[in-house]
């Protein structure tokens, strides 16, 4: 079943701001933006580490923020980063710098932790995560995924708030791709504990840290709202 999706921002808005604009002075009012459009497929889950469904997948990237972003087919472009990294120690070693001051929809502050936890998570058997075979390059990921090792040797760790060392088992020029990926999004540790297996399964059981937040879904929903999140680093952009 197709789903009606009302958002305030997004490629059909851009082309309705242009006409409403257009030959305006400085005397133009503000006018309340919205689109209404038709998404693919139903949604699943707001859970990054559980989805695979297209309707999700497209959802989540419009309310949700990794590292990196694609600009196009081809291209990343940063996202949380500061920068697009250059990798070192044999292209096996990746330290990304976050943003400054990032904020998650509720307010609580998005740090490198943030990663940790998320990934950490991912690659836990006990998570069963759809795409945690993505996380393999990842030194020790393998080990970890095949019950061998525990989380905390996952290659991944947090310097300090805004630093961020990724250590790869070998040099994976595919890897930025992986981090635009939507697995690879953080998640708010202290919220997805809070509703535990629950986490995902409605808007409201879900923070934010994208351009947009999620309202008005669960897993019953045939229509929900994407609205301009306010704590969104870029959120001039809208």
Do not use: H
């Not at 989805?51 to 972003?69: C, H, K, P, W």
């Not at 030194?139 to 290659?155: C, D």
């Not at 509703?195 to 937040?213: E, H, L, M």
């Amino acid at each position: 079943m197709q789903k009606s999706v009302k958002r305030f921002i997004g490629t059909a808005l851009v082309l309705v701001s242009g006409i409403i604009l257009a030959g305006c002075g400085k005397s133009a009012t503000k006018v309340q933006q919205t689109a209404t459009i038709m998404e693919q497929a139903d949604i699943s889950s707001l859970d990054s580490s559980q989805i695979t469904d297209v309707g999700a997948l497209e959802t989540v990237n419009n309310s949700q923020e990794g590292l990196y972003r694609m600009k196009n087919s081809t291209t990343v472009i940063p996202g949380l980063a500061t920068a697009i990294v250059k990798p070192t120690n044999g292209q096996t070693v990746y330290t990304f710098k976050l943003r400054k001051n990032l904020k998650w929809s509720n307010g609580d502050a998005l740090t490198a932790n943030d990663f940790v936890y998320s990934w950490r998570r991912a690659v836990n058997p006990t998570s069963k995560a759809a795409n945690a075979y993505m996380f393999l390059p990842i030194k020790n990921a393998k080990q970890i995924e095949n019950g061998k090792l525990p989380v905390s040797k996952l290659g991944v760790q947090a310097v300090n708030k805004t630093t961020l060392k990724v250590t790869l088992a070998q040099a994976t020029p595919y890897f930025k791709y992986l981090v635009a990926a939507v697995p690879f999004l953080p998640l708010n540790q202290k919220v997805v504990e809070k509703y535990g297996s629950s986490y995902g399964t409605s808007a409201a059981k879900t923070v934010f840290d994208g351009p947009f937040t999620i309202q008005n879904w669960t897993t019953s929903s045939a229509n929900w709202t994407l609205k301009k999140n306010p704590n969104y680093w870029d959120k001039k952009i809208g």
